[in-house]
């Protein structure tokens, strides 16, 4: 009866003993999963942050940019705005060009008749 308690005892030990390593060995692979995941999280987690700043840096950019664009498009509207009335201008002045030039050659030609009135009252 000693022999058999012994037995049973040393056979409860092997499968504790195996069940023990088992355990350790479980708890080792999710130690390792476990610690693997943890590294990809803060992987993951640093580029998101690479990734947050390049974007925020990025947005002032497009900011900027739409700022210098809208900047130029008022300076071309006020350019335009000039442009027109520059034009305006110079029709005014062409058409007053115009009429000096008839006023010159109506004047010319009073001139010459005049001359020419002039010379006959001479002879």
């Known amino acids: 009866m000693k022999n058999r308690l ?3 005892l040393a056979v409860l030990t092997v499968i504790f003993f195996f069940a023990t390593l088992s355990s350790c ?3 080792m692979r999710q130690k390792a999963a476990r610690d693997k995941e943890m ?3 803060l992987q993951l987690e640093e580029k998101m942050s690479k990734f947050s700043s390049e974007k925020s840096a990025l947005e002032e950019k497009a900011k900027a940019k ?6 130029a498009k008022q300076n071309f ?4 705005k000039v442009l027109v009335q520059e034009q305006l201008v110079n029709e005014s002045l062409k058409e007053e060009l ?5 006023l010159k050659e109506i ?3 009073d001139l010459k008749n005049a001359l020419v009135a ?3 009252a001479k002879k």
Do not use: W, Y
């Open 98 to 102: 115009q009429k000096v030039s008839k």
């Open 66 to 71: 739409e700022k210098e664009a809208e900047e």
């Open 77 to 80: 509207e006020t350019t335009k």
């Open 107 to 109: 004047l010319e030609n």
């Open 25 to 27: 060995n479980s708890a």
């Open 6 to 8: 012994v037995v049973i």
């Open 118 to 120: 002039e010379k006959k």
């Open 39 to 41: 590294s990809a999280r």
